[in-house]
């Protein structure tokens, strides 16, 4: 089974393996609705409780199949993540930027009914990178208020980028915050970040630890990374890595699930799957034992930032 955290500071406890339903609504390739019902009750019976979503994922599909997924199970066996900011006109099916008191109040009104639900354990604010003062001044007292009606358990925001996110942290009394892709294997440039993040009870929970793919399926031919085709100086990193992997007779997806998690700013991986293949996957990964002389190669090649924590020197 997945063990739990605490979310920095806030009480909720979360899965430290949660899955991002992202790709069950299309994002990468054709899923039906059975295939992604059946994923999201997989995901739950091996003990991922943590599911995150957004309007913004398949303009409402992915919310409407988590909530059609888990319908009639009992509300505390899970815990549910979405965004509001990336506002959806269902009429027209467009999605638009507000970060307004009442775009956030429309935007969650209608995920709580796709989701089936009354209540969603975490809010983030979504993408807010060109709207960062909106966001602070609207959007932000927004999900404070709802917090306190009992509507939402914690308040975060989720970027593709730290900076910014760093700067809602000094403005704001965040409770947690999706990063995706800026902390894993292949780069620790945000390490600062959750070092803050750490010293100031923020719980993180991270995307993109396999970097769109890459760290999944390594240095292949169209390798993905930030989604787009790997440019040649990562794909030589990651050769460089799946080496040292392979010396120790690590596979490199179990190394990247493995090092992302060790941060103690970490409360969970949100890492996205489209059958319970892929969740089986995650889990082997996730448990593989890992002896602690890769890690220690990794960083005498300065494979790994000298201050990063690995999970020898620090607990799953």
């Known amino acids: ?14 899965s ?10 299309g994002l990468y390739r054709p899923v039906s609705d059975e295939e992604a019902v059946t994923t999201i009750q997989y995901a739950l019976e091996q003990g991922i409780t943590l599911f995150d979503t957004a309007p913004l994922y398949g303009r409402g599909r992915s ?17 549910l993540s979405t965004k509001v900011g990336r506002l959806l006109n269902p009429e027209t099916g467009e999605m638009g930027f507000d970060f307004s008191r009442d775009g956030v109040l ?3 009104e209608g995920s709580l009914a796709r989701l089936q639900t009354d209540r969603v354990e975490i809010l983030h604010i979504h993408d807010p990178d060109n709207h960062l003062e909106q966001a602070l001044e609207q ?5 404070v208020e709802l917090r306190r009606q009992g509507v939402i358990r914690a308040v ?53 630890v396999f970097n769109s ?6 240095p292949v031919p169209g390798a993905r990374y930030n989604y787009r085709e790997a440019p040649p100086a990562i794909l030589e990193r990651v050769a460089a890595i799946e080496a040292v992997c392979r010396r120790h007779g690590v596979p490199l997806p179990a190394a990247a699930l493995q090092f992302a998690r060790s941060h103690g700013a970490v409360a969970s991986l949100v890492v996205g799957a489209v059958s319970p293949d892929e969740i089986a996957q995650n889990l082997e990964a996730w448990h593989r034992p890992i002896p602690s002389a890769l890690w220690e190669e990794l960083r005498s090649q300065a494979l790994i930032a000298p201050g990063a924590p690995i999970p020898s020197s620090h607990g799953a």
């Not at 430290?16 to 609504?25: K, M």
């Not at 793919?213 to 390594?218: H, Q, S």
Request: with cysteine; aromatic share 8%; charged share 15%.
């Open 16 to 25: 430290r393996l949660g899955l991002g339903t992202a790709p069950l609504s």
């Open 156 to 208: 975060g925001a989720g970027m593709n980028q730290w900076q910014a996110l760093w700067h809602l942290a000094r403005h704001g009394e965040f409770d947690c915050f999706l990063l995706a892709g800026r902390y894993t294997l292949l780069e620790q440039e945000a390490l600062p970040f959750l070092d803050y993040c750490l010293d100031e009870g923020i719980g993180l929970l991270l995307g993109g």
């Open 213 to 218: 793919g890459i760290l999944a399926t390594g």
């Open 139 to 143: 959007a932000y007292p927004t999900l």
């Open 63 to 79: 919310e409407a199949l988590v909530g059609k997924a888990l319908a009639g199970i009992p509300r505390d066996r899970y815990q």
């Open 1 to 14: 089974m997945i063990p739990t955290a605490t979310l920095g500071r806030n009480p909720l406890q979360v």
């Open 106 to 108: 429309r935007s969650l």
